[in-house]
């Protein structure tokens, strides 16, 4: 195999791949990038851990056809360091790979690729496509509830509706839950289904920035997002989604219009003197007269903020949550003023737009021992 192509889109590629590569694993294959050369001057990348498959397209001067499986780490580091704007990549039938750019030259033993595995093949049992700006925006205001672990593997995904007039995705992790609701003209034929937060998370920055249009392709099991040059295969979580909207609440004792970044900012302040796990504290909204004080007191000492808002007469609600609960969604909300809605100091903090259903957030409080 031997062909030269710009380096900067080979690393482009590789890095792309390369998030789909396993950093630890007992077959040294799985830890290694697969590139098939093609003499139409197609270079097809891919990196596969089994649980998510990445694979990208580039264009190459290919002067002969083949295949091989390298060091994903190791390549990597090659492609970054600086160099020509140009790279050949060359395999003998031992798999030595040599590797040159401007005067450096570098070989690195290759790994066979008839071990690499294939990436799912998923049958069209059911296609649609999406705008990637819409699907990358409601990724990044949802999947960050997601649970890292747990005993029900659908709480480490998110729940994708697709309807025939728009898109609703769903994460949580038993103490927050996270909606985007996003309305689309299209008559979708409705599909539903759970996929896991990392997918999702490397989805989001294979679209970048880019406005281009994404099919996704799904079957029992499994699911393909297609993008221009690149696209990710990934399992699809089987089982039955929490049904969230029972233990979300309908009526409200409290609600208040806030200032998004005066609450963001407050929330943040108080979080400073948060430093770990054991120096920690709940932030204590304490609600009253036109104010809502924000404050956090741990070993490490104590804030106090406070913010003007409209309030009914003669309210007092003191609640406390977990800090980064409340700053995972301030972080991605963009509205000037949200809704903060409340019951007793024991009931979940519900967060939506002043008006509409774009977004939904609920929080669960800590108990505190004065909480009113």
Known sequence: MKFVCDRDVLNSAVSTVSRAVSSRSSLAVLEGVY?????????????????????????????E???????????????????????SIETNEKYLT???SGKAKIEIPGIAPDEFPDLPQVSEDYSVTLPGGVLKNMIEMTSFAAAKTDNDP?????????????LSMVALDGYRIAQRNVSLEG?????????PEKSLTELA?????????????????HAIFLLETCKLVTRLIEGSYTNFERIIPTSFELELECPTHQIADSVKRA??????????????????????????????????????????PDVALEIGFYN?????????LRDDNIMMKFNKSINPLIITPVEGNDYMYMILPIRLRNAG
């Open 324 to 332: 980064r609960y409340l700053q995972d969604v301030f972080n991605v």
């Open 154 to 166: 659908t709480r480490m995904g998110a729940l994708l509706k697709i309807m025939p007039d728009g």
């Open 65 to 87: 056809g083949g295949e091989i499986v390298i060091d994903a780490k190791l390549f990597g580091k090659i492609l970054a360091s600086p160099n020509d704007s140009t790279i």
């Open 98 to 100: 040599l590797i040159k």
């Open 187 to 195: 008559n979708f034929e409705p599909k539903e289904m759970i996929i």
């Open 205 to 221: 920055r294979i679209i970048g920035d880019s406005d281009e249009n994404i099919k996704i392709i799904a079957a029992p099991g």
């Open 271 to 312: 979080s400073l003197i948060i430093l770990n796990d054991v120096v920690k504290g709940p932030i204590r909204f304490n609600i009253t007269d036109g104010n809502i004080n924000v404050s956090c007191t741990t070993s490490a000492g104590s804030v106090d903020d406070n913010l003007s808002v409209d309030t009914p």
């Open 35 to 63: 590139i098939r050369a093609e003499e139409n001057g197609r270079v097809t990348i891919i990196g596969n851990d089994l649980e998510i498959g990445i694979e990208s397209v580039i264009e190459a001067d290919v002067k």
